[in-house]
Each structure stands twice: as structure tokens, then as C-alpha cells.
């Protein structure tokens, strides 16, 4: 669903008509296995085996949102995998004791409205409703419009304490972005922590004029500070041991024989540890002011979206890693749910080798038996946490 012919890639993107099937499909999944689904107040969907009142629930799921382009597995593979893991229960004759619920957090990656996690953000109160709703795609639309149209009620969204209380953790598998479970030779890990990272809105400004009849020291071209800024971005995350990436980019007014006005730009900058993100960013913002002076332009650094270093739940971790025998225990510079809700319950997450590495981008692959093995290990964890 929402896979794009041309590249390969999925084009999910949060209340789009891909997204739409993909809800569509979720609750027809749900229903399929008699679990009862509601969409809380932020957009998420939940589907519940046993009392949704009961108070002491254990969440799986991930999301069903992508990045333009991105791959087929990255967030559907955490919520098949749980009705998947809910077969084997019962085809095992489980019975739980507690509630066990599937969710689909929406606009994960942030790839609509800008701000990763956002459904996630919402429920657990780590972003204003205000805020939230105000937020636009690019073509200019609000996410209150779009929850709208899509038949939600924006003036409803925010934090959901109620709804927080009554699941005891979360658990969430999904597909690894990287290379790591190759290495090892291992199908399936679990989570240690992941990498503190956030989104950086770079608006550079510049003179608008001609290409071919302004002299090149009367130019005030923001596409050169863009320009040398990504290329100090790379140095910077190099020497910082981070990770920095510029991968979307507008420029006005994208005429080839005319310097542009302006030109925006965001950063992702990741890092291991959290001193040396901070040093990246503040040299890159340093930098790039400086590079601005020397080009008579102008550059504007807005935050837009940030995660915390998130360190999964130690106790949750190891009661899974003590049903999991022989997984390994892996951290991730990708951000999840799972991270967003670390701060308001105990969470942990689930790794399935990805042969290709690869994620974000079409390539990104898991074999079936890995998927298989990733569902049989997550029925396991469930089993271990609710029956
Ligand atoms: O960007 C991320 O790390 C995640 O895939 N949303
Ligand atoms: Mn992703
Ligand atoms: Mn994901």
C-alpha cells in the first residue's frame, strides 16, 4: 500500500489516501481477530484483545506512516508482527491475563507535518495541542486541517493520561536500520537505547538578481552559505563522532538564470552521546553565521523537532532478554515511538535483521523467516508480560 511505481519507495504520508488504506486495513486486521479498535484522541489506533478498562495492558505495534520513498518495512512490520503474535497466542491456546493492545502511532516519521513521533508526541504530552495543529505540509496545509478532513477532531487532541494509565508497558518491533544483526549472525535483538537526534529548520536569505549580468562581488547568495553549510555539517559530525544529514532542501525561486532569495533547508543531527550532538550543532550554527557575514546573507536555525537520548526500561529490557536467550542487546540511531513513550511508561523494542542495511530508501529489505522469527519472539515477550 502507498508503494510508488517509479522509485519503489512508499509515499505513506499521514492522512493521504495511502495512509488511509493502511488504517483501513488495520482494523479490518483487528476486527478479523474480534479485537475491538478505537482511534484516541491524537489519531492512533488501537486494537484490543481482552478489557481495554482493565488498567495493566501490554502494548505492541509501531506505525504505518513513511518517509517519501521509504521502505516496506519500516513501522507496518511492527504492527503485522503483532497480530501475527497474537495468532500464535491463541493458536497456542494463551489465554492472557491481562490486556493486550496493537497501536499504529501516527505521522511517525514526521514526514507530512515535520515534527517525528507526532501522534506519539500528542498522547504522552510532549507537544502542545497548539503547537501541533499549527504544524504544515508543504503545501501549506495544517495538520488540524488535515485531521479534520480525514474526519478527526483537532480541537480534541493532547495528552491522554486516561488512556496512558491503562497500559503497562509497550514493546515494539521493528525492521533494523542498519547492519548490525548481519554482523552478528543473529535474526532478532533487543533494544538498549537510542541515540539522542533532532530537526533543524535552516532558512538562509540572500539578494534575488541576475545570474548572468551581476558581478560575483555584488552577489548575496544564500545558495553558497547553503551549499558551504552542508559541507560543514559533514566535517563537524565527523569530528564530533556524530552523524549529520541534509536531505531536503527548497530554494527560491528555483529560476536557473537567477540568483536565488532564499533557500531552506533542514538538518538531522544524531549522536551517540548527547555532549557531542550539542557541539555539533553549535559549531554548525557558529559556522554557517560566519560563513553568512563573509557572503552578505543572512541564516535563521529553527528547531523543530527533538529527542532526548532514551535509555529503554532496564528491568522490561531484561525480562525479555531472559525470554529471548540468545538475542543480542543493540542501540539505534533511529528514533521510535517507543523512545517517544519512555517517558511516561517502560517501553523496549524488538530488532529483525535487515540483510540489505539499508532504511529509509526502497532497498530495505527483511527476509521471511527473520519476519517469522521476529513474530514468534514477540508472541514470546507477550507471553512472558501477559499471560
Ligand atoms: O528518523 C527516524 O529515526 C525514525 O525512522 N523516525
Ligand atoms: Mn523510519
Ligand atoms: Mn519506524
Redesign the pocket.
Known sequence: MGRFDATGGYRRFVYTAAERECRDWFTQEARRRDLSVEADRNGNLWAWWGDRTAGDAIATGSHLDSVPDGGAF?GPLGIVSAFAAIDLLREAGDQPRRPIAVAAFAE??GGRFGV?CLGSRLLSGAITPERARGLTDDSGVTFAEAMAAAGGDPEGIGADDKLLSRVACYVELHIEQGRALIDMDAPVAVGRAIWPHGRWRMDFTGRADHAGTTRLDDRADPMLTYANTVLAARKKARLADAVATVGRVFCEPNGTNAIPSAVRAWLDARAPRPESLDQVVAELKRATETRAAKDGTHVAFTEESFSSEVVFDAALRDRISGTLHSAPVLGTG???DAGVLASRIPTAMLFVRNPTGIS?APDEHAELDDCLTGAQALAEVLRELAC
Open positions: 519500516d511517525e516519521e517525528a533511529a528514533g521510535h529509509h
